[in-house]
């Protein structure tokens, strides 16, 4: 049984415990899929780039569920980012894409109690302005926290592919701090204008 990797390019960074459905048509990812839950395993996520190429670092996603099946092979599947990899060598024999890959481990150590805290605020004011609910409050417990503040948000893909890439959980949760920080700002006041507009139409 051949030991390559298949991928599912896809515009988009799938990170570790982050949910992502998908509705599989294409003929390929359709037999790839296929051969994913005979064998019952995983396939690998990685962003597309330009000129058919793909990032160097992706992440599994397991397959949980198949909740459609559609007479003509289609299928909706929700899946979970698992393991970040890195492609070592492409491999083009098949309809669909596989490589050789190395799995990545985090180096040892945690981000600092106070930075963890200055995270989750930051995250907590995000989800504020965009009207959604905070999580639970264990999440400063993860070791993996970084991955899930930053999963579900429609953050600027290059940031979050430059956060899987990274192999410390302390700088991953500096790097977000300083990124939420950021664009926090300009959030503000996008939400503002658009209190404003939604009102009388005069300013207050």
Avoid: W
């Amino acid at each position: 049984m051949s030991s390559l990797l298949p991928l599912f390019p896809l515009d988009l960074v799938l990170l570790p415990g982050t949910p992502l459905p998908l509705h599989i048509f294409e003929p390929r990812y359709k037999e790839m899929i296929a051969e994913c839950l005979a064998q019952k395993k995983g396939f690998g996520v990685v962003r597309a780039k330009a000129e058919e190429g793909v990032a160097e670092i992706g992440c599994t996603a397991e397959i949980l569920h198949v909740t459609k099946q559609y007479p003509d092979g289609r299928m909706d599947i929700v899946t979970e980012g698992r393991e970040r990899f890195e492609v070592m060598l492409v491999n083009n024999e098949r309809a669909f894409l596989r490589a050789e890959v190395l799995y990545l481990q985090d180096e040892p150590g945690r981000a600092t109690r106070e930075e963890i805290s200055r995270a989750l605020e930051l995250h907590r004011e995000l989800l504020a302005l965009a009207g959604a609910t905070p999580d639970d409050a264990t999440a400063d417990e993860e070791p993996q926290l970084s991955f899930r503040l930053v999963g579900r948000l429609p953050l600027d893909l290059d940031f979050k592919q430059t956060l899987l890439g990274m192999k410390s959980e302390a700088e991953r949760v500096q790097a977000i701090i300083s990124y939420f920080e950021t664009i926090l700002p300009s959030l503000k006041r996008t939400v503002h204008v658009r209190q404003k507009a939604g009102g009388n139409g005069h300013a207050s």
